[in-house]
């Protein structure tokens, strides 16, 4: 059964240090999205992709997070510097433009 | 406002007992999409049902039952004889179309259940 690979699940950083996300879709779905998921909450979108395009970044902390999808399959994540605040579980998933989404297993950061 | 409200933030139950999740939504859209998902304490996100707005069928899925009503706008699950498994949080998301045609995904904040044994 296809599903959406993230790496790696655990990470732990050191804060101001650089920290990157990856996560490969499920074959054939075109939109991409990457939420933060803090504990005892609900997701909360960080950007939205449709094929390489961002659809959705509204809710990405610019100045230090960024994210690209250059040739519409796998996506990065980048957090740099990294700040305690950042410490969550960060979700990959894909889907085709009107269905579910299909969540990865996720990235746990742990900023300290 | 709240788009998707799930009210009870958790429910704890006893094995066999039946439990519904509460899911009110409130949208413009005459086309939209209502989803469940389950997150266990492995973090993942699993998804369990997606219901457009054109299909008010109820369905059912072994001990899992879903009840849309758009009369009332609520898309209720029930856990028929509930298992320490079922154990988890829950979330009701809707997909509506934004300016631009682009399809957004609004969640809930979740409702953790306990199923105690």
């Known amino acids: 059964e296809a599903e959406v690979a993230q790496s790696p699940r655990y990470k732990i950083t050191e804060k101001s240090q650089a920290v990157a996300f990856w996560c490969d879709p499920i074959s054939g779905h075109a939109t991409l999205y990457w939420y933060r998921q803090i504990l005892g909450q609900g997701p909360e979108l960080l950007v939205q992709f449709q094929d390489e395009s961002v659809v959705d970044d509204s809710q990405l902390p610019k100045d230090r997070f960024s994210a690209e999808r250059l040739k519409g399959v796998d996506s990065t994540l980048k957090i740099q510097p990294a700040e305690l605040g950042d410490s969550a579980m960060y979700l990959c998933?894909?889907?085709?433009?009107?269905?579910?989404?299909?969540f990865g297993q996720g990235t746990r950061l742990t900023v300290v | 406002a709240q788009k998707v409200t799930q009210a009870q933030t958790e429910i704890s139950v006893v094995e066999k007992e039946d439990v519904t999740l509460d899911c009110v939504y409130e949208t413009r859209d005459t086309t939209y999409y209502l989803f469940w998902y389950k997150q266990p304490p492995s973090g993942e996100l699993v998804f369990l049902i997606r219901r457009n707005s054109f299909d008010e069928q109820n369905e059912i899925s072994g001990r899992y039952s879903w009840n849309f009503q758009k009369s009332t706008s609520s898309f209720n699950f029930t856990i028929t004889a509930s298992q320490v498994v079922d154990s988890a949080v829950y979330f009701c998301a809707l997909s509506e179309l934004e300016a631009g045609n682009n399809r957004k995904l609004i969640w809930g904040l979740g409702t953790s259940l306990a199923v105690n044994p």
């Open positions: 998933a894909s889907g085709r433009w009107d269905t579910e989404a299909f």
